[in-house]
Structure formats: structure tokens, C-alpha cells
């Protein structure tokens, strides 16, 4: 079932991140789309592919922003985008190995699991803090 954006419980404050975070929804359910459809492989490691380089980006840019703010959770919120990047490499291995739809469930599962919890429960830690270094034109 696709993740559908709700402002009002998902979004940070921050209109770059919101941005971003609507984005990485869009990447889930497109991956969601192509591996119910049973695609070709090719077709699938495309938007897995898309789907990763475009988490690197958003994390690398949530972790600047935090830096540039003096954000002292820092490290931890590094540790968490490291075990959740570590983990979309374990279980992206196992779909490829396998390639049945028990493992893209669980792909998918954890995907949109993790990216909405951490949005509603992880990224508010760090919003006054960017907001109050006027990071990224955030004031």
C-alpha cells in the first residue's frame, strides 16, 4: 500500500527536508509499484538504485544542516541513517538472491516503517536547532 504524505503529522518545518522526505515516499511506492508488477530485475535495481543515491544525498544534507547548526545529537542521528542504510543493503541482497515477493514485502515494510517513524519521531530532535542557526534560510 502506498505511503501518502500528510503534512500535518509528517511534516518537520523545514520546507528543503520536508521536500526531500516527500520524495523518499515517492521513491518507496514507486519501488513498491515494480516489485508487485515483478518487473524485470533490471527495471528494479534502476529505481533501488535511484531510491539509494537519493537517500545518500538526503541524509548527507540533514547531517550538514545539523553540523552547521551545532546540533548536539549529531552522531546518533548518523549512527540511525548508517544502521537503516546498512540494513536497505542486507535486505536489497536477499531480494536479489531470491527475488520473491516474501522478501520485497519485507523490503518495502521496513522502508516505509522506518522512514515515517523516523521522520514523526527523530528528525523534530534537530528542527530548533537548524531553525535557530537559520541554517538553509530556516528561521
Known sequence: MPIVWSQETM????PSIDADHQ???????EVEAVALQRLPADVIERV?????QYVSYHFRREEEMMAKAGFPG??????????FSDRVCQLTAQYFIDANLADAK???DFLSNWLVVHIQSRDPEFVSWVKGAAVDGAA
Open 11 to 14: 511534516s518537520i518545518g523545514l
Open 23 to 29: 520524495k523518499l515516499l515517492a521513491l518507496i511506492n
Open 48 to 52: 533501488l538504485a535511484q531510491l539509494a
Open 74 to 83: 549529531l552522531t546518533e542521528h548518523e549512527g540511525l541513517h548508517e544502521e
Open 106 to 108: 519485507e523490503l518495502l
